[in-house]
């Protein structure tokens, strides 16, 4: 136990942080990342709150709905504790920490979509996925490199800033320039898309070989193009694919 | 290469695996469907049956993203399962995979994501009911037993998981073995068909990246790759 008015130990900040990566096992569209909150927080709550009644007014504070990007919510996690450390001791009201997760979810949420979901994610994966015919295997692996290098980085240090700053937090998140950043990452997963499509036909068209083969290559370039249109005309995927599939099957069943 | 039901129990748990990472615990992308195809091509013989499944599932899947409470289509079902079954097909016919095979299982097995989807949805219900159960807990005081309601959640995943991979790796078995009685025509037919899927899945990419001028960047991409094949080809004669 944690005498009152002192802050948390390092191992329990760890301990929280380390059970915040299963911040979504229990995801429900009730209460959406309560559950996986109450977990992460627990450990610190324990030490924070030593009057079992004080402990489940804590815990229930924290059952309410949550939902944000689950890495980003490290930020919220550590402000949780930055507050519920200044709670335990006397120095804040109790609505200040249910303020701060309302006011930052939201907002945090569209922050961490639109850089790690959006972009990161989509750049990294067309571009090893382009890799994949000159890396084999190793393109999976660069895959999960160049990606956790950035997320658990970014993770571990917005939870450090959660824990440092409290609200401050969005200033220091705002310095970050996430927005712009991953503008570029978004071109970087179009261009890669491109050269997957430009090598996928060649190579197969080469491994057809002859009048056949050039056919195939200029065929898929075509039909690459043209998905491209159908698609952002919001044809769907799965009917386009079918059917590329059966126009590609029957021309090479004849040939 | 001998296959039995070792390979389906090791389908069904690497299926399980990247499920629980996809959404109840870190999301390391594990479950992307280049590094989870890999992975059941790895463990099942069949590495190129993985690679070329998962990259094109990869591409296919690109722009998807749990934004909010939206569930999205599962595409790491949709690529462990596809790639469980495509490999033990290949396995079956006693040679690598090919992209005849490969076209067959995505045609078979991509709809997946949908019934990954619906499962999904099932789990969040189960979910629910156990979040209600946490608060009951936490106002009775029983605050330990509240709190670890949240790894009661991680269960089902991992139960319907690896049935799900599981019956994707026996399905592919048993298709396997009529694969040699498809007509030669119907291979090569099978066979074009696969870098014609991949060429809507990249379009579906570009489509997905939500990049500003993504045709353009597309076009830079593809005429990059394309003049550089080209240069290699007369490079080498």
Not at chain 1, 54 to 62: I, K, P
Not at chain 1, 98 to 103: I, M, N, R
Not at chain 1, 114 to 142: K, Q
Request: hydrophobic share 55%.
């Amino acid at each position: 136990m944690i005498a009152p008015g002192t802050h948390l130990p390092r191992s329990v900040k760890v301990r929280v942080f380390l059970r915040s990566l299963l911040l979504q096992a229990s995801w429900n569209p009730r209460g959406m990342q309560n559950l996986g909150l109450v977990y992460a927080l627990y450990p610190a709550l324990e030490g924070l709150y030593p009057d079992p009644q004080a402990r489940r007014a804590a815990v229930q504070r924290h059952l309410t709905f949550f939902n944000t990007h689950p890495y980003v919510a490290a930020a919220i996690v550590g402000g949780v504790l930055y507050h519920e450390e200044r709670i335990a001791a006397g120095e804040e009201d109790a609505r200040r920490v249910t303020e701060f997760k309302s006011a930052l979810m939201g907002p945090l949420a569209a922050l961490g979509d639109g850089f790690f979901w959006l972009s990161l994610r989509p750049a990294a994966g067309a571009f090893c996925a382009a890799l994949v015919p000159f890396l084999g295997a190793w393109a999976a692996v660069l895959f999960l490199v160049l990606y956790n290098v950035v997320h658990l980085t970014l993770r571990a240090q917005l939870f450090r800033m959660g824990l440092q700053l409290g609200d401050r937090l969005v200033e220091a998140v705002a310095r970050a320039r996430l927005p712009s950043r991953g503008a570029r990452l978004r071109a970087v997963a179009a261009a890669s898309a491109g050269a997957a499509a430009a090598y996928l036909a060649f190579a197969f068209g080469a491994q057809q070989g002859g009048v056949g083969g050039w056919l195939m290559a200029g065929g898929c370039l075509a039909l690459g193009a043209l998905s491209y249109v159908l698609v952002a005309r919001k044809v769907p995927t799965a009917a386009l694919t079918v059917l590329a599939a059966l126009l590609a099957g029957c021309l090479g069943a004849w040939l | 290469m001998h296959v039995g039901w070792g390979h389906v129990a090791l389908a069904g748990a690497w299926g399980a695996l990247v499920s629980l990472e996809r959404r109840a615990f870190l999301q390391a992308m594990f479950s992307r469907p280049l590094v989870a195809a890999t992975g059941m091509g790895l463990l099942l013989g069949q590495l190129q049956t993985g690679l070329y499944l998962g990259m094109i599932l990869e591409l296919f899947y690109l722009g998807t993203a749990s934004l909010g409470a939206a569930l999205p289509e599962n595409d790491t079902l949709a690529a462990s399962g596809t790639t469980a079954a495509a490999a033990m097909m290949a396995s079956q016919t006693g040679g690598g995979g090919t992209p005849a095979i490969w076209s067959l299982s995505l045609l078979l097995f991509a709809g997946l994501g949908l019934l990954g989807r619906a499962v999904d949805h099932k789990v969040e219900a189960h979910a629910a009911v156990l979040s209600a159960h946490g608060l009951e807990l936490a106002e009775h005081g029983e605050l330990e037993r509240a709190v670890r309601q949240n790894l009661w959640g991680i269960w089902p995943y991992a139960v319907v998981y690896f049935v799900l991979n599981a019956a994707c790796a026996g399905l592919g078995l048993w298709i396997g073995s009529f694969l040699a009685d498809l007509p030669l025509v119907a291979l090569r037919g099978l066979a074009w068909a696969f870098p014609a899927m991949a060429s809507v899945a990249a379009a579906t990419a570009a489509q997905g990246s939500h990049a500003r001028n993504a045709a353009l960047w597309a076009v830079v991409g593809g005429a990059l790759m394309t003049g550089g094949t080209l240069v290699l080809a007369w490079v080498q004669g």
